[in-house]
């Protein structure tokens, strides 16, 4: 059940590169957009805002439960998958709201560079706008 701090979306991502520090590395996903369910918690329990979703890696070699601080862009997220997700911007269309920004994610089995990718949520509640407003969980730099 959806509360007024509580909506769920879809978290479309896609892969953009893999780098460390100042050095590049091959690709290492494909570029296709994958979709998943996410609950956002603005906030939750805790008085933290979060995203909460069964996070995939592309090549589907990881997968578990995330919950990130959309506070806290610092890598957070579950003891296996870190991730430092970063809210841009959003854009209300008819009775939805999507959601766009950037994360990175760094997987603890590997520790051999940062994956970034950019996504999007697409979320259909536009109470989400005020919550977010609310929240200052857009950055504007």
Request: no cysteine; aromatic share 8%.
């Given at each position: 059940m959806e509360t007024n701090n509580t909506f769920k979306g879809k978290f479309n991502y896609t892969y953009i590169e893999t780098g460390y520090n100042d050095q590049n590395f091959n690709k290492v996903y494909d570029t296709l957009t994958r979709s998943l369910d996410c609950v956002l918690l603005l906030p939750n329990e805790n008085n933290k805002c979060v995203i909460e979703m069964n996070f995939e890696t592309p090549d589907s070699k990881h997968k578990?439960?995330?919950?990130?601080?959309?506070?806290?862009?610092?890598?957070?997220?579950?003891?296996?998958?870190?991730?430092?997700?970063?809210?841009?911007?959003?854009?209300?269309?008819?009775?939805?709201?999507?959601?766009?920004?950037?994360?990175?994610?760094?997987?603890?089995?590997?520790?051999?560079?940062?994956?970034?990718?950019?996504?999007?949520?697409?979320?259909?509640?536009?109470?989400?706008?005020?919550?977010?407003?609310?929240?200052?969980?857009?950055?504007?730099?």
């Open positions: 578990d439960l995330i919950s990130s601080d959309l506070k806290n862009i610092i890598l957070n997220g579950s003891d296996l998958l870190y991730l430092g997700i970063h809210l841009k911007s959003y854009k209300e269309l008819n009775k939805s709201v999507i959601l766009y920004g950037d994360f990175i994610l760094e997987i603890n089995d590997e520790m051999d560079g940062y994956h970034m990718f950019n996504f999007s949520i697409e979320i259909e509640n536009r109470e989400i706008i005020n919550a977010i407003e609310n929240q200052k969980l857009i950055s504007t730099t």
